[in-house]
T-cell receptor, first 112, second 115 residues
């Protein structure tokens, strides 16, 4: 079975532009997580879904960030407008019930 | 409050030495799950082990072993006879059943194994 698939792997954009990160979880997994990793803050939980429903978005930094999960096989994390401080690696992960999280390879975002 | 602490920010050892990475967690839940993940220099996050709060048996997998002690809220990870390939950042994580299954990661411990 394929693992968690994230796209794009790398994104370089200019401040003010909209950024959309995509994630395809492992088939059959009912939880999907979005994390952000930076040197300063480590791995931060941004938002997570259970059966496509957002459960906790308290980690979303501000209104510029939004996430959706329209179906069980797809999720997006959008930043609009982007700022240099949003530069980070964004990881998507999925799990079945309370099992371990399986992570994608991450999307490295650079905002100039 | 729920929290995971990894007090060791960076550790350096010489190859073949044993090394223990500490993890201390805080939760009032009685049902929870603990994990260790490895992040090598290539950046991916690799699952190592999962332990539930009702299973305090220690586990050994090759050169890796884990010591779970509820009395001290610790879930420590030991690498025996370390190798250069063990160089990575190691994360401990806590998953809470009663807090909508939230998963909280510790800050990580960067391990360098010197040849």
């Amino acid at each position: 079975d394929a693992g968690v698939i994230q796209s794009p792997r790398h994104e370089v954009t200019e401040m003010g532009q909209e950024v959309t990160l995509r994630c395809k979880p492992i088939s059959g997994h009912d939880y999907l997580f979005w994390y952000r990793q930076t040197m300063m803050r480590g791995l931060e939980l941004l938002i997570y879904f259970n059966n496509n429903v957002p459960i906790d978005d308290s980690g979303m930094p501000e209104d510029r960030f939004s996430a959706k999960m329209p179906n069980a096989s797809f999720s997006t994390l959008k930043i609009q407008p982007s700022e240099p401080r949003d530069s980070a690696v964004y990881f998507c992960a999925s799990s079945r019930n309370l099992g371990e999280l399986f992570f994608g390879e991450g999307s490295r975002l650079t905002v100039l | 409050a729920q929290k995971v602490t990894q007090a060791q920010t960076e550790i350096s050892v010489v190859e073949k030495e044993d090394v223990t990475l500490d993890c201390v967690y805080e939760t009032r839940d009685t049902t929870y799950y603990l994990f260790w993940y490895k992040q090598p220099p290539s950046g991916e996050l690799v699952f190592l082990i999962r332990r539930n709060s009702f299973d305090e048996q220690n586990e050994i997998s090759g050169r890796y072993s884990w010591n779970f002690q509820k009395s001290t809220s610790s879930f420590n990870f030991t690498i025996t006879a370390s190798q250069v390939v063990d160089s990575a950042v190691y994360f401990c994580a806590l998953r809470l059943k009663t807090s909508y299954d939230k998963v909280i990661f510790g800050p990580g411990t960067s391990l360098s194994v010197i040849p």
